[in-house]
T-cell receptor
Framework: NAGVTQTPKFQVLKTGQSMTLQCAQD?????MSWYRQDPGMGLRLIHY???????DQGEVPNGYNVSRSTTEDFPLRLLSAAPSQTSVYFC??????????????????FGAGSRLTVL | KNQVEQSPQSLIILEGKNCTLQ??????????LRWYKQDTGRGPVSLTI?????NTKSNGRYTATLDADTKQSSLHITASQLSDSASYIC??????????????FGTGTQLKVEL
């Protein structure tokens, strides 16, 4: 079972460059999301999608773009990379919006992460 | 602002020993509380999930407890193994998310199990 697949695993960019982090899931999950993880901080939500064609901003959306043309894919675009975007990025998905439903419902499945360094 | 605080920040124990990790939260009312395990270089993996009406949940050697009155949760690991070395993250979901995802993540407790 592939689960949630992220690429690339590592990337180094120069300030001002753009790039796309890829995320794909094969579990037919409606909900997909992107988080960033920084030292000393909890995971923070960047963008999320509750289904194909529907996206919304999370807690820290500035500098990032997303789209959801299919159920399976949810790419994250960095428009003009800045050193403050150096982080580890995680894509996560669930059957529907996390937190809804009872115990055990809609637990997020995370990808392995993408480590991005912006010089 | 909803917060989740975890303690200790890091912990080193000998293999075979037990340990308890703490999570204090201010999210209220809340829908559920989850504990995730994150191995180095990997994404978090769910260990347990409890609703506000549950006060204990086990998953093998992992037992989570919840006291909704004091807004505290703990994760107890029994007979630790080297493979338990990881970061353990407490995550709380408010009862009324207003759409989307309003999970609040703690910063985690870094556990190292040594021989």
């Amino acid at each position: 079972n592939a689960g949630v697949t992220q690429t690339p695993k590592f990337q180094v960019l120069k300030t001002g460059q753009s790039m796309t982090l890829q995320c794909a899931q094969d579990m037919n999950h409606e909900y997909m999301s992107w988080y960033r993880q920084d030292p000393g901080m909890g995971l923070r939500l960047i963008h999320y999608s509750v289904g194909a064609g529907i996206t919304d901003q999370g807690e820290v959306p500035n500098g990032y773009n997303v789209s959801r043309s299919t159920t399976e894919d949810f790419p994250l675009r960095l428009l003009s990379a800045a050193p403050s975007q150096t982080s580890v990025y995680f894509c996560a998905s669930s059957y529907s919006t996390p937190g809804t439903g009872g115990s055990g419902a809609n637990v997020l499945t995370f990808g392995a992460g993408s480590r991005l360094t912006v010089l | 602002k909803n917060q989740v605080e975890q303690s200790p920040q890091s912990l080193i124990i000998l293999e075979g020993k037990n340990c308890t990790l703490q999570c204090n939260y201010t999210v209220s009312p809340f829908s559920n509380l989850r504990w995730y395990k994150q191995d180095t270089g990997r994404g978090p993996v769910s260990l347990t999930i409890m609703t506000f009406s549950e006060n204990t949940k086990s998953n093998g050697r992992y037992t989570a407890t919840l006291d909704a009155d004091t807004k505290q949760s703990s994760l107890h690991i029994t007979a630790s193994q080297l493979s338990d070395s990881a970061s353990y993250i407490c995550v709380v979901t408010p009862l009324f998310t207003g759409g989307g995802n309003k999970l609040t993540f703690g910063t985690g407790t870094q556990l190292k199990v040594e021989l």
